[in-house]
């Protein structure tokens, strides 16, 4: 920073001393020409003939932003609310099973109980064993002319 | 009465090309009917009307850009009308044009660097495009392409110039004011502008001693 005002000082000296507007021959007519080409394209760029038809394009592009604006809307609206649905559907459901349970409790009342099905399995491996053992004690309560007969049963299914 | 027809006719029928200058004039003309005085009206009309060209080209030069010079020519007029009642004629009327025109153009610049995400440039034209205008048909192909080169090396040099330093040298080499005009346009001292003058006119003497 210091420099750069030094540097300002000694130009603003150096052109207090020589003339800067005083470029040689070679360099005042590249200058001119400068000069010359600046006005001539500023002539050229002034008097230029403009078109005004700009608007007409400016409403169809705003249309067409506007309606590209509304459908990238909706698609995101609609985005966002597809997971919700998704997401809220099994609570739904979960809260229509609360509110219809008890309804459900309140009906064996009335109809038959619903068992479980390990319930029932037990139920039926007890039954069968019993009976079970009810054929086994009443074909054991044989008429004493078959006793000997049974007893060969039994050998064999030991066996 | 008359008067105020006559700047809104002129207005309209000189910018009426450009959307942009339309809406400018838009803006101008409610103004005109509410506050001013006809005599003021007439005054500021001549005023545009001779000075107008010359604060495009200057902005030409400074920008090239030529839809950007336009629009910064009639928002310079529009503040130059604006504030034409409290002009009180301390300088000529194109020192105080140009210091308006030098502001918005600084303005401009330092809104684009704030718009980081923007080229700097957009609409300016190629420094070869620029230098394509050169007047001369009398000189030979030879001389004008030549010439042609070496105000194309101009130009990349101005472009490369630090914002006061292209103003300056605009100012004096371009549209030929005075040193005490420039210092008065700038706020700068007359030291300062023609130790940026001096600056400005070496990198252009070396930019062409470089290809030349």
Redesign the interface.
Known sequence: MKDKAEELKQAMQSGGAENPLDPDDEMRLVLDDFRMSVHAWSEAAYHRPRKISAAEHRVWRRTLAWALGCVLAVGVLLTGIYPLRQKSQPEQTARVAVVQAPEEVAKPAVQTPVQAPVQVAVNTQEDESWMTKVDSDVSRQVPAAMEPLAQLLNENESE | MKRKESFGCVNLRRL????KV?AAVTTLEPMITSTANTNTAGEFDAIAHEYR?QL??FL??STRD?DL?ETMTQECLLKAWRNWSSFRGDSSVLTWLMRIAINIQKDHWRNRRLQFWRSTQVGAVDVDE???????NERSAEVRLL?KE??A???KVVQKLSERQRTVFLL???E?QE?SEIAASTGLSE??V??H???A?AR??VG?GSKG
């Not at chain 2, 009426?16 to 959307?19: C, F, K, R, V």
């Not at chain 2, 620029?130 to 001369?136: E, H, Q, R, V």
Request: avoid cysteine; proline fraction near 2%; aromatic fraction near 8%.
């Open positions: 009426s090309a450009s959307d339309m060209q495009y080209r030409l030069s030529v010079a620029a230098s394509d205008w050169l007047p001369g010439a070496k105000v090396q101009v130009w004096r080499i371009v030929e040193l030291g300062t023609k130790a003058l001096s600056r006119l252009v003497r062409l």
